[in-house]
């Protein structure tokens, strides 16, 4: 096994997922990674088709790839996504042309912010580098500034917000990776980290309580519009067509973007009840005018607000070693 290959995992590993459920294993075989699916973290409620888990992979192949650059490896990566049997292959060589990756340093600092984000605009040469480095063949990524369009999504955020919301089965899937005190955060390593949400620290029992009674839809919903509407801008990453692999390239494009954002001192947070709700993510799709499929929505400005990152599970749980 080469020397460098657990820390390189260690940087997949502190990718973006949908509540930060860390959907993935590694397997090494000398100098070759499995990235596999780990369906015990699955979404059912809320990503039914499994894209959004995808998606995350993508963020960590992409974190993985990145990482090996910088220790200096390159990597070729193959993929076999049948069903009941997806993983992804990368096998790391040194070819000695190496000398590092820009995006690096931003791995450890990227993490979401969920604060009100400030009334500043961004720059549009910023906006531009961060739409040139997340350019993708199969996938589209749209820049939402103009505030009536950006009214308009952020009300059909607010619709779907009220639909989830309103399912006993989605607020329970929510709950269940909601972590309300440091206690908790720490005991499981995943999920939402109460601090991460902006939250008071709370008996995991009373945090229940006040969440399954007072999370109503019509304020959930509210609140969703008001973060979406006051952000400088929207982006949306969609798909060429709806498939693991692309899922996977749009999670690439989107860690490439976060990790630039966070290079330039710009916040992000993930709006993303749109787009799973297949009704909704229509109307999102025909509102913006795009073919292909948005799978994937955040918000993005300034934040004066330092918000702490949740955490993460240790290597060694995460890694298999085979001969």
């Not at 990368?90 to 340093?105: A, K, V, Y």
Request: glycine letters at 4%.
């Amino acid at each position: 096994m080469l020397p460098d290959i657990k820390t390189i995992i260690e940087y997949a590993a502190m990718a973006p997922s949908a509540h930060n459920t860390q959907p993935w294993k590694f397997k090494v075989q000398g100098h070759f990674i499995k990235l596999i699916p780990d369906y015990s973290k699955v979404l059912p409620v809320s990503d039914a088709d499994h894209h959004e888990l995808f998606i995350s992979l993508g963020c960590a192949l992409e974190n993985l790839v990145i990482a090996s650059s910088q220790l200096g490896h390159n990597s070729n990566i193959m993929y076999d996504l049948t069903d009941g049997a997806e993983e992804i292959l990368i096998h790391l060589f040194e070819d000695g042309l190496i000398s590092g990756h820009r995006l690096f340093e931003s791995i450890p600092e990227r993490h979401v912010n969920r604060s009100n984000f400030l009334n500043a605009e961004i720059p549009i040469e910023a906006l531009q580098q961060l739409h040139k480095v997340s350019a993708s063949d199969n996938v589209s990524v749209s820049m939402i500034i103009n505030k009536d369009l950006k009214h308009k999504v952020a009300e059909l955020l607010k619709k779907a917000a009220f639909v989830q919301f309103k399912r006993k089965e989605y607020k329970k899937e929510l709950l269940h990776w909601i972590r309300f005190n440091e206690k908790a955060a720490l005991n499981h390593k995943d999920g939402l980290r109460y601090a991460s949400m902006g939250l008071p620290e709370v008996n995991p029992v009373i945090g229940d309580f006040l969440f399954t009674h007072f999370a109503t839809p019509g304020g959930e919903a509210k609140k969703a519009e008001l973060l979406a509407d006051e952000s400088p801008a929207l982006v949306v990453f969609a798909a060429a067509e709806n498939s693991k692999k692309n899922w996977i390239s749009l999670g690439r494009s989107f860690e490439r973007f976060a990790l630039a954002a966070t290079r330039y001192g710009i916040a992000h947070a993930h709006m993303n009840m749109i787009c799973e709700e297949a009704e909704l993510r229509n109307e999102l799709k025909q509102m913006i005018g795009i073919k292909e499929e948005p799978l994937l929505l955040i918000r993005i400005g300034y934040s004066d607000k330092i918000m702490p990152s949740s955490y993460r599970h240790e290597i060694n749980e995460l890694v298999e070693e085979t001969l």
